[in-house]
């Protein structure tokens, strides 16, 4: 019958305190943390970064790419290009790339990046 409305309740335990987490925070910038080693020379566009340390807080983001150059030597010495910013990432994030993105195989060390500046 229209007009009729509903209303539900219900209580959540077992779960600890509530916590908000922000949507969005996209990446603006990274810095290079450890240059990795053993990488093949190239521009790798558009890779995709995992989270590998979250910082206190959101701790979640997803979805980010970037332009990443190995330069001589196998390492990555600049910081990488955004290409698409992700979400619900925060500033002390720790993010990395797949080695076999990025010219690597076992043993090399990818690199880390942190980021510095959220948008």
Not at 6 to 26: I, M, S
Not at 32 to 57: E, K
Not at 80 to 108: E, F, K, W
């Amino acid at each position: 019958t229209a007009g009729n409305i509903a209303k539900v309740t219900f209580t959540l335990t077992g779960y600890g305190a509530y916590k908000f987490y922000p949507q969005g925070n996209p990446i603006a910038t990274l810095t290079v943390t450890t240059a990795g080693s053993g990488l093949t020379t190239a521009t790798y566009s558009g890779v995709s970064l995992v989270s590998s340390t979250p910082a206190a807080g959101i701790g979640s983001g997803k979805g980010a790419t970037a332009d990443i150059i190995v330069a001589g030597g196998g390492t990555v010495t600049d910081a990488p290009t955004i290409v698409v910013a992700g979400t619900n990432y925060r500033v002390g994030d720790i993010l990395t790339a797949a080695l076999g993105d990025i010219g690597g195989a076992s043993p090399d060390v990818a690199p880390t990046f942190t980021v510095a500046t959220i948008s």
